[in-house]
Structures are given as structure tokens and as C-alpha cells.
């Protein structure tokens, strides 16, 4: 049938039309199947993640092209997912800049979800493992506070195991049990095969740490037998690795062997280099210490392990193995090779300048003394041996200060707490005197003397408790020797004075140290060091305004809290501090001169949460001036 040029026109238009309707339902379609499709991408990601975490990530990045035309539900699900997955495979960055982009979007939604807490907890324990104990705190309480508001027990067990492991890890050995206990109720309680695994790998770590050896092997066997169960090769290989670890310390380097040797076969299936480097250095080290070393079998473990470091991101980590290559290379006699490790491990550690990192300066000081020995360098290896001493002795000596600090602190509190207690109990004793005798009174007369001696006598103890409590309350803010704040009324001062410049203003910090104040006392004796303190603490206190506080901080460490001061103004007051000290005629035998090195931080120039961070800022601020030479101001 033949058509004319009006009717092919019009039939044109109508299968136009009915391609464009088709393409409209074919969206509508697709759009509808999507969140259908990533339904079940996830299902497949959460069965494969177990076993096989790399295709598991794989198979989830293959949709990340469509993840924005998702529900934000279904973002923050696939971005969980992924950070977590990332996390497993030892990719703690991406896995933290995936949870921060997570947790950005989750702003939007309307009200709480857990999976704001899931996203806090992953981005936490990426940053643990980067090195920042205290932003990962800050993440495990922002995530804790929302599954308890959800009354989420599972996500609250979780909260309070992340906590303890930063508990342990900042030497808050009590607190962690404290929180290790309620964890492990609610595992109890939930029947959670997973999070029993979580907590008991966690109780083993921190009875490690109370080198309780058995206890810490029963822990980590028991979640050993909790991950395997469930078929999650990553966790239990890492709860094996913990019990190879503690044999290790034991210095039972056999049977830390044979339970490496049987991880091998889980190595492949469990797709993180992270753990493959963790079984072949504690090969690597476990045959060189062992009763009968073997060297070469030693190295040969090292190297695979080295094929593995690249995908390790922890500095510390990555800092101690070029010791123990180091120390691997020098049993071999391959002295310069040992060497240029040692080089390449005090790079790094150069590079992160952070104080808590100076146990590792210590270990490279010893190898590369050792290894100067063994060359037969003795002017040099003896150098190098007598500034690992000192530099040790310096560590001991401030770890000891901390303690009795922190023990005087906490005794003048149970003190004080007492006092108050036994002051209380006397007006008590008193006003039920006056009550007894109100009763035996038989005239007015009797009455009226009994009771105006008793009004008397507890004017008198009034005024005394009124005495005792503010001397009890100067000995609690009071440092003793120097007449200044200290330490803890520094740090009740100095929280107000933060949040009031978080809020709207300007705080400055200083932490000011003696240099080579040990050797005052060494040399001197500690008469001299105390005058040294006093003098120090009179003669910086004449250069602060009113309203600056200062304070001992510990030793010969010393605060100053600069409000409303800019960078700038607490600069210039740091070097007028340092010049004054510097030129002071010091009562010294020799003329002795005193110095100190000062760190600067002010709360506009970093991104300070907290005041313990502007405090830690200042601190490594203070390291730094130390390591260019002393008498020096730093400041970034």
C-alpha cells in the first residue's frame, strides 16, 4: 500500500512519539532498578568482603559512577562500605578521606541514623592507624554518642572497644578495662560472634600490655576461634599474628615460627598486604633471635616483607623496619648497607618530628653504635653510645617526673577531699551538741549561755573550716617551690580560657623548658636547681600582663596562656622571655648560664579542637627548638 508525503509525515511523528515514550519509560525503569542493582551489589560485596575483600572492592567500585544518582541513604551505605573495605586492605587515607566525604553528606540528613555512627567509627580507626590518637577519639565519641541516642547496643559495644584501645594505647590501662567489660557484657548479651571477636582480640592487646601473657594468649585464641567461625580471614589472621606476636616477646621464637608458618596459606585468600608484611617481618625477626639464628633465612623472609611495605602507611611502622633491616644487614656483616637504612629510618622519623617518636631515635642511636663497633670505629661507636645513654636517662627522667607529678596531684586531691570530709563530720558532731542541749535546758537562763557558747564555738569552727578550705584549695592550685599555678590549675584556667577563644577571641599558648637543666642538678646539686626554678619563674613573671596565666607545668617545664594575644604579640613575648633568661646573672658556680626553649601556639593558626592539641602544638613546637640547638623560640 503505497502512503502519501501527509501520511508518511504523520507516521514519522507517531514512531517519534512512541521512541520518545519508550526512552521516558525506559528511564523511569532504570532509575527504579538502581536502587534495586545496588541492593544487591551490596549483598554480594557482604558476602565476599569476609574472604575476599580485594574482589569484594572491586565489585563495589564498579558502581561508583551511579552512586550519586542514589538516595543519600544508599551513598552513605555504598561510601561505608567502601571506607571499611579500603581500611581492610590497610588503605587508611583513602579510607579516611571516604568516611570525611561520608560524613560531610550525612549533614544532610533529617534525623540520626547508625550509620553515621558506622562512618565515625571507620574514619577513627583510619586515623588511629595513621598515627592520631587523639582525632581518632574525638571520632569513636561522636560516633558512641550516636548509637547510644539510638539505643544501638551492637554500635555502642563497638564505641566503647574503639575507646578502649585508645585508652590503652595513651597508658589509661584501668579506664580500658573499665570500658573492655561493658563491651563484653553486651557481646554476651547480643550472642554477636563478630563483636566477641572484636573484644577478645581486644582484651589479649591490652593484657599484653599488663604483660599478663596467658591471659593476653586466652583472649587472643578465643577470637581467633570467633573470626574463623564466621569466616573472616583478615580479623582471624590478625588475631593469629597478635599470638605469634606475644610468643615473640616471650622470646619463644620456635613456636612463633610454626604459627607464622601456618598463617602462609591464609596470606593469599586474605588480600591485605598489611598483614602478609606483619607474618614475614615476624618471620624475618623471629629467626634471627632465635637460640640457633639463621641470618640468611632472616633476610630472605625481610625482602618479601619489603615487597609488602608500599602498601603500609603507618610512619612508625615504616620507620622500624629499616632498623630491623639494619639490624638483619649487620648480622650479615653487610655494615654499610646497615647503614644507609639506618639513614633512611632517621629520614623519616625526621620528617614526622613528633616527641612520642623518640623511643624509635633511640633505637637507631644504639644499632648505628653497634654497628660502628662492629667496623672497629670505637671514638665513634663510643659517641654515639654515650648520647643513646643520655638521651635515654633524659626519657626515664621526664617519664618519672610525669608519675610523681601525677601522683602528687592525685594525693593532694585525696587529701583535701579528706579534710573536707573530717570538717564536715565536726559541724555535724557540733549542731547535734546544740540539739541535745536545746532538749536538756531547764531555763532560759542555762539555755541561753549553752547555746550562745555553742553559736561561740562553731563561729570558731567555722572560721576554721572557712581557713582550712582555702588552704586546701591553694594547695591544690599552688606549685610548692616557685609560688606559681600549677600544672592541673593551668589546665582549669586554661579550658576556660579556650573555649572563650573558640567562641570569639584570640588565645596564645607558651611552654617554656629549661635546657640542660639536669646537669644543674647533676653538677650543682638540687638546692641550685631550686633556685634556678624560682628565679626563673620571678623573672618571667615580671614581663606578663595581669591576666596571663602562668604555671610549673612539671620539672622544669613551665605554661603561659596569653589571652586575647595574637601569634604575633605571643612571639614577640616568647623571645622577651628567652633574651631576659639569657642575660640574667645567674648565682652559679663558673657562671654557669641558664637558657630555655619555648614552643608558641595560638589558637588561630590550627584547626584546635581541643586544648589538649593547642598544649601538644606547642609542646613539639618546644622539641623542635630543642633539636635546633636550645635557646631558641619555635613557632609555625
Known sequence: ML????QKISTIFYYLFCCLSLLISCKSIASELDVENFNKVIAEVKSLRNSEPS?????????????????LIEQLTFYKYQ?????????YQVAKDIASKALEQAKQLKTPSILIAELSYIRGFAIESLGNLELANEDYLNGL???QSLNDKLFIAKGLINLGA???QTDRYEKALTVFDEALKIANELNDEELKGFINNELGILYAYFGEDEKSLKYYRK???HYKRLGKISDAVNSLVNIASNYQAKGNYEKAIEIYNELLPDLERSASKRFAFSVYMGLSLSYLHKKEEDAEQSYYYLKIAEKNLSEVEQPVVIINFYVDKAVVLKTLKRYNEALISLQKAEDLLAAQNKKEYQPLYLNILGT????YRSLGHYKKAYQLATEYVNANLEVLKNARMDAVQDMRIRYESEQAELQKKLLEQKSSNQALQLLKAKVSSKNQQTYFLLASLIVVIFAWLLVRLIKSQRKLLQVSRIDSLTGLNNRRRALQLGEKLFVKAKQNGNLSLLMIDIDNFKNINDNFGHSKGDYVLKTL??????????????ARFGGEEFIILLPNANYEQAIETAQRIRKIVAEHTWQLPDNIPVTVSIGVANTRKGNFSSLDQLIKQADDLLYKAKQQGRNKVCYE
Open 3 to 6: 502512503l502519501s508525503s501527509k
Open 55 to 71: 574482589d569484594a572492592l572491586v565489585k563495589l567500585n564498579a558502581i561508583s559512577d551511579t552512586v550519586d544518582s542514589l538516595p
Open 83 to 91: 571506607a571499611d573495605l579500603y581500611s581492610e586492605l590497610s588503605r
Open 145 to 147: 554518642d550516636v548509637a
Open 166 to 168: 585508645i585508652y590503652y
Open 223 to 225: 577470637s581467633y576461634q
Open 368 to 371: 648505628r653504635a653497634n654497628i
Open 537 to 550: 619563674g620571678s623573672l618571667i613573671n615580671q614581663q606578663l600582663r595581669q591576666d596571663d596565666v602562668f
